[in-house]
Nanobody, 120 residues
Framework: QVQLVESGGGLVQAGGSLRLSCAAS????????INWFRQAPGKEREFVAAISGKGTATYYKTSLKDRFTISRDNAKNTVYLQMNNLKPEDTAVYYC?????????????WGQGTQVTVSS
């Protein structure tokens, strides 16, 4: 069983930056593909970014790739989401999601989310 804990959210002015963290425990971290999703009030949850187990492959929602960067530190069992030049429309709860590549089908885990609020 994998546990995910997000942190780093908060209130920031437009144009500011935040770095979210997703700390994992209970699994073999390098086997976890990690995704970030977000959900704004009244909207569906949407994909933000993803990173492979070794960190060699990253994927982004096209409209975010110039401002957001996903990375991981496998020694710390942590994935990061660096968010720059934040906009009010980035306001959402950000969720960490892990897919365990050691299982078939892949077991899927979610964190509790961290709130990001961007003021104009």
């Amino acid at each position: 069983q994998v546990q995910l804990v997000e942190s780093g959210g908060g209130l920031v002015q437009a144009g500011g930056s935040l770095r979210l963290s997703c700390a994992a425990s209970g699994g073999t971290f390098i086997r976890l593909e990690i995704n970030w999703f977000r959900q704004a009030p009244g909207k569906e949850r949407e994909f933000v970014a993803a990173i492979s187990g070794k960190g060699t492959a990253t994927y982004y929602k096209t409209s975010l790739k110039d401002r957001f960067t996903i990375s991981r530190d496998n020694a710390k069992n942590t994935v990061y989401l660096q968010m720059n030049n934040l906009k009010p429309e980035d306001t959402a709860v950000y969720y960490c999601n892990a897919e365990d590549t050691a299982t078939l089908p892949k077991n899927n885990y979610w964190g509790q989310g961290t709130q990001v609020t961007v003021s104009s």
